[in-house]
């Protein structure tokens, strides 16, 4: 409370029926960091209070049809670097969730993890069969941290929707609720390692993508065994432009990648950004970090593709009518004014060459006239839109002339 009243960010609460909270309004704290953009403030406190609410800030990036593309742009800029905790407090998770201290399960193990999150750290180590791996290892006592922090997002939502009535358009209960289900699936590393495995089966046949492999026999809840995939990371351009590969067809690789997943096997790789991108030997597009993925269920992927091909075809009756059945429309909205306004949109874009198009920006248009008329998007389809717009950045740093980049 006192962090949301320093940051400026507390003043839907003064309806609060509760003199507990009212003694933090007595002062404004702040004055400073209050004078900074909305967006900016909150994307501030969040980063404060901590791994929970740094993931809630990463999942409401996905939803700027709930809280708007500037908001959502800010929350994208939220990082979970942390450091590490001490070599002997990972020992023990990794001895109780596997039985044996690391010594006794890997030919060589580094204690001294070389990256850390808010959540979770990897280490190195290799098989005694040889193979390089990493290890991905939860931090101890985070999950009772999430759960705490989880009960006080669900009391806060639950007070908005009743003191707040302006909050209600956002259903923030719903909200919080998905939220939880995305983070408990993220602090257990099964789904991970499942989703490497499911990617792993899709692309069996593409030699031009390759996941980790995944060890389940050295995987648990809360310890994951990967394949170290060697290559240029995405994010290190330098190295990438001293490297004489074709920058333009591997951009293109992992575009095409991407098209498949989504429109023929409706399960995507949610996190495109570089890091999560490698170059390999031969051009070859290596993907990590499977942790979040995205399904469209036959439908949601039926309606996707009409809007795609109505702004294409540049049908605004037909732009409207994918639109509203993709998403859940308030009561008042003025379905005119929504053609209008779409009727501009596909005048600004559907004429424009691929080679013209900015993918980024006209995406952010759309779901600014959604969310300004109360089109509210499902989960999916506001996380493919967020995965489509990381998509097009990340394939601009690859290589600013491939066609996918413009």
């Known amino acids: 409370m006192k962090a949301l009243v320093r940051y400026g960010l507390a003043d839907w609460m003064r309806p609060l029926p509760f003199a507990s909270l009212q003694q933090f309004f007595t002062s404004r704290e702040g004055d400073v960091i209050a004078e900074a953009p909305m967006a900016v403030r909150v994307r501030l406190v969040l980063t404060e209070l901590g791994p929970t609410f740094i993931k809630l800030g990463q999942v409401l990036s996905t939803r700027p049809d709930l809280i708007g593309v500037d908001l959502a742009e800010e929350l994208s800029k939220?990082?979970?670097?942390?450091?590490?905790?001490?070599?002997?407090?990972?020992?023990?998770?990794?001895?109780?969730?596997?039985?044996?201290?690391?010594?006794?399960?890997?030919?060589?193990?580094?204690?001294?993890?070389?990256?850390?999150?808010?959540?979770?750290?990897?280490?190195?180590?290799?098989?005694?069969t040889g193979e390089a791996v990493v290890l991905k290892v939860r931090k101890p006592g985070i999950e009772r941290k999430v759960e705490a922090d989880l009960s006080i997002l669900a009391w806060l939502a639950e007070m908005s929707e009743v003191h707040a009535p302006q909050s209600k358009q956002y259903e923030p209960v719903a909200l919080v609720r998905q939220f939880e289900r995305t983070l408990m699936h993220e602090l257990d590393f099964n789904h991970e390692r499942?989703?490497?495995?499911?990617?792993?089966?899709?692309?069996?046949?593409?030699?031009?993508?390759?996941?980790?492999?995944?060890?389940?026999?050295?995987?648990?809840?809360?310890?994951?065994?990967?394949?170290?995939?060697?290559?240029?990371?995405?994010?290190?351009?330098?190295?990438?432009?001293?490297?004489?590969?074709?920058?333009?067809?591997?951009?293109?690789?992992?575009?095409?990648?991407?098209?498949?997943?989504?429109?023929?096997d409706s399960f995507y790789h949610a996190d495109p950004?570089?890091?999560?991108?490698?170059?390999?030997?031969?051009?070859?597009?290596?993907?990590?970090?499977c942790g979040m993925a995205g399904r469209l269920d036959e439908r949601l992927?039926?309606?996707?593709?009409?809007?795609?091909?109505?702004?294409?075809?540049a049908d605004v009756l037909a732009l409207a009518d994918a639109v509203c059945r993709l998403g859940s429309v308030s009561a008042g909205a003025d379905h005119d004014q929504l053609i209008a306004e779409l009727s501009d949109f596909v005048a600004d874009y559907a004429s424009q060459s691929i080679s013209e198009l900015d993918v980024s920006e006209a995406l952010s248009s759309l779901t600014s006239i959604i969310r300004h008329h109360h089109v509210v998007l499902p989960p999916g389809v506001s996380l493919l839109l967020r995965t489509l717009v990381l998509l097009e950045g990340t394939s601009q740093l690859l290589s600013p002339s491939s066609a996918w980049a413009r």
């Open 273 to 289: 950004h570089p890091g999560n991108l490698m170059l390999m030997p031969g051009g070859v597009v290596g993907v990590l970090d």
């Open 194 to 264: 499942r989703n490497i495995e499911e990617f792993t089966r899709r692309f069996a046949g593409d030699p031009t993508v390759r996941f980790p492999r995944a060890y389940a026999e050295y995987s648990s809840k809360r310890v994951l065994t990967m394949e170290r995939l060697d290559g240029i990371p995405g994010n290190d351009r330098e190295s990438l432009q001293a490297s004489g590969a074709d920058l333009n067809a591997f951009a293109l690789r992992g575009a095409n990648m991407y098209m498949a997943m989504i429109f023929r």
């Open 78 to 128: 939220l990082q979970s670097s942390t450091p590490p905790d001490p070599p002997d407090a990972i020992r023990e998770v990794i001895i109780e969730d596997m039985g044996r201290p690391p010594e006794a399960i890997f030919a060589t193990y580094e204690p001294h993890a070389f990256a850390s999150a808010s959540i979770a750290q990897v280490h190195h180590a290799t098989l005694h």
């Open 301 to 313: 992927r039926d309606e996707v593709e009409n809007l795609v091909l109505a702004v294409g075809q």
